[in-house]
């Protein structure tokens, strides 16, 4: 079954700087990759996701990429703000089948 | 606003006890999940269904049953409630297995 790495585990960025979290799957048959933000006490929520026909997606400040070949995908956070602080879950599935999360990435964006 | 809502954000159980945890969702999804979130371990898949009354094991469901009556209920039972079932349980449902989930607040589960 699919297998999803994911670093680093914790992530300390000064505001304003970038944040790039990365993953690996290891299913070449996965199509469909997420992101996930879960602020502390509250639930995991979507935040972005890319298919495999994609190689870039940007919404804002966050944008992820894909590279099918090498099997791995990235979150980007541009000028990064308190609020980002979080932990970061990215996840991958083939058709048909449930998504498959990595281990997650706190993220402290400090002020 | 769409929602998942799952009955209780805390629950304190002895060890022995049988457990039910029930998640509803109000978006007409077909599909609906049950993981497991711990420290360290990422979210873990207990169990899925794809339709009423059909379920799926994921990668974890040893200790844990579910039920689907109804489209809109997922319920997770622990017939033997233990120790190492301690957890966060976070129900969710899609429109289809591989599209976005939405999650609910999740059910912070002691067992003593």
């Known amino acids: 079954g699919e297998n999803v790495e994911q670093h680093p585990s914790t992530l300390s960025v000064q505001e304003g700087d970038s944040a790039v979290i990365k993953c690996t799957y290891s299913?070449?048959?996965?199509?469909?990759f997420p992101w996930y933000k879960q602020e502390l006490g509250k639930r995991p929520q979507l935040i972005i996701d890319?298919?495999?026909?994609?190689g870039e997606k940007k919404d804002q400040r966050i944008a992820v990429t894909l590279n099918k070949t090498a099997k791995h995908f990235s979150l980007h956070i541009t000028e990064t703000q308190p609020e980002d602080s979080a932990v970061y879950f990215c996840?991958?599935?083939?058709?048909?089948?449930?998504?498959?999360f990595g281990k997650g990435t706190r993220l402290s964006v400090i002020a | 606003d769409v929602k998942v809502t799952q009955s209780s954000r805390y629950l304190v159980k002895r060890t022995g006890e049988k457990v039910f945890l029930e998640c509803v969702q109000d978006m007409d999804h077909e599909n609906m999940f049950w993981y497991r979130q711990d420290p360290g371990l990422g979210l873990r898949l207990i169990y899925f269904?794809?339709?009423?009354?059909?379920?799926e094991k994921g990668d974890i469901p040893e200790g844990y049953s579910v039920s689907r009556e109804k489209k809109e209920r997922f319920s997770l039972i622990l017939e033997s409630a233990s120790t190492n079932q301690t957890s966060m349980y976070l129900c969710?449902?899609?429109?289809?297995?591989?599209?976005?989930?939405?999650f609910g607040s999740g059910t912070r589960l002691t067992v003593v």
């Open positions: 969710a449902s899609s429109f289809g297995l591989n599209y976005g989930y939405t």
């Open positions: 269904s794809y339709d009423v009354k059909m379920k």
């Open positions: 299913d070449s048959a996965s199509n469909y």
């Open positions: 996840a991958a599935s083939r058709r048909n089948t449930p998504l498959v």
């Open positions: 890319i298919r495999s026909n994609v």
